[in-house]
């Protein structure tokens, strides 16, 4: 993408078992900063059905933006970036296949997180265990926050981690990437693995896979750095 203006559009796009909602924190931050922030909220139905979700958004966006993904979001920023508007990308702790590769293939070789625990129903949808869902995905957050959280949540159709991806957009894009360095849902290898083979710049912060959240400031701070970054690399 060429471009002879500042980066200012941001799309923010959350992962599974949540809503747009927890992205509260870095949309304050960003638009405070002057950014136009917009927040995909995913059906968590299909791969298809949030890659849609998103492009719906990204369609909107008036010029270059920044395309952020969280955890399960990495996919769909990974499906959807290639949309003409996305500048850069910025993965939170995010999963990063390849084209022609599944997100469940992303775990192979990599060790358990038997903290994480997903409980899937008979319609083959998925919720985190309520009892172990603090410790797995926000034990840096308050109880208050995490019980929020918790309670909240958007199950995933668990058949989305067999889909297998169309394209890959950090293969074109410039990425960046924001790592939990106390992630339980992924193990920390895979996420260093997925990052550096996207050719991310790579931020580690001390965090639970609620990041988003808890460290608003340091993901804010890293899109910030993506829209200067990818602004100047354009031009």
Known sequence: MSTDQEIKNVVLVHGAFADGSGWR????NLTARGYKVT???????SLEDDVAATTRVL???DGPTILVGHSWGGTVIT??????????LVYVSALAPDA???????????AATPDFVIAVADDGYGFLNHDKFKAGFAHDATDADAAFLRDTQIPINMSVFDTPLKNAAW??????????????SF???????????SGAKITNVSASP???ITQAGVVSDTIDDAAKGASHAAR
Not at 79 to 88: D, K, Q
């Open 25 to 28: 924190g870095v949309y304050d």
């Open 187 to 197: 193990d920390q290898a895979m996420l260093q693995h997925m990052a550096t083979r």
């Open 210 to 212: 609620a990041l988003f």
């Open 100 to 110: 022609g590769e599944t997100t469940g293939q992303q775990y192979e070789g990599f």
């Open 171 to 184: 293969r074109d894009k410039p990425s960046w990437a924001v790592i939990a360095t106390e992630d339980k």
């Open 79 to 88: 499906e959807a970036g290639v949309h003409p508007n996305v500048a850069g």
């Open 59 to 61: 369609n909107q966006q």
């Open 39 to 45: 927040i995909v909220q995913n059906p968590l139905t």
